[in-house]
């Protein structure tokens, strides 16, 4: 099955807005706490090992990472949250721009929020979900590291989570996703495809969604 994001590429690391691509076409956007694992996320998303660097220290992420498909089509990777070794200046620096980001950028389509399935729903996650919900913006829920739980207790978390969600409306969903088991990934895919509106490699869907059907 042909992967729509394989060639998804690096584009450049922003540090101000003003430095990121025009303001056009249809980007996705990945959030998440600081060790949520979204750069393993992304390359597991586009099949590359390395094309989004993963770190063991929590907040390395500084700046918006910017992952090109062509000049229309853009996944960008976000700085993390939560507990991140930095100031507390950064932090607060880190959510002025995501504040102005969320709020002025024309081409996003929609937010990935990547959870720690052992963590879900801290604060922090609790703030952007309802900020979607407050500007209709789709949000996508994926429970990354759901190999760290068993069977049962991924589906519970899974259940519970997607029973938190249905208070943030309808264009809130969630799934489960692994990334060393590779669960979850074409649904994952497939929701990034619906979002940017590319065509998808194929009908395929896994258990483990709530929420919106990406076959829908």
């Known amino acids: 099955m042909e992967n729509p994001f394989y060639n ?10 003003a430095q990121l691509p025009a303001d056009r076409g ?6 998440g706490g600081s060790n949520a694992g979204k750069s393993s996320v992304i390359n597991t998303i586009a099949a590359r090992k ?5 770190s063991k220290t929590p907040g390395r992420t ?5 992952f090109v498909l062509d000049e229309a089509h853009r996944l960008m990777d ?17 959510q002025q721009t995501l504040n102005r980001y969320l709020q002025c950028r024309r081409s996003l389509r929609g937010l990935v929020l990547v959870m720690d399935i052992r963590r879900p ?24 590291k759901s190999d760290k ?3 049962g207790r991924a589906a519970a978390t899974l259940d519970k ?29 497939a929701v990034l495809c619906d979002w940017l509106g590319l065509p998808r490699a194929g009908p395929k869907k896994s258990p483990g969604n709530k929420g919106r059907d990406p076959g829908a």
């Open 26 to 31: 249809a980007e996705v956007a990945f959030v």
């Open 8 to 17: 998804l590429s690096f584009c450049l690391s922003a540090t101000a807005l």
């Open 50 to 54: 390395s094309l989004a660097r993963t």
């Open 121 to 144: 729903m801290k604060a922090f996650d609790l703030e952007l979900l309802s900020w979607c919900r407050d500007c209709a913006m789709p949000v996508h829920v994926l429970l990354a």
């Open 161 to 189: 989570v997607g029973s938190s969600l249905q208070r943030f409306g309808p264009q809130a969903s969630v799934q489960l996703f692994s990334a060393p088991a590779r669960q979850g990934v074409e649904d994952a895919r």
């Open 78 to 94: 976000l700085p993390g949250f939560g507990y991140a070794r930095v100031s507390q200046a950064m932090k607060q620096q880190w």
């Open 149 to 151: 739980l068993s069977h």
């Open 62 to 66: 500084r700046a918006i990472n910017v």
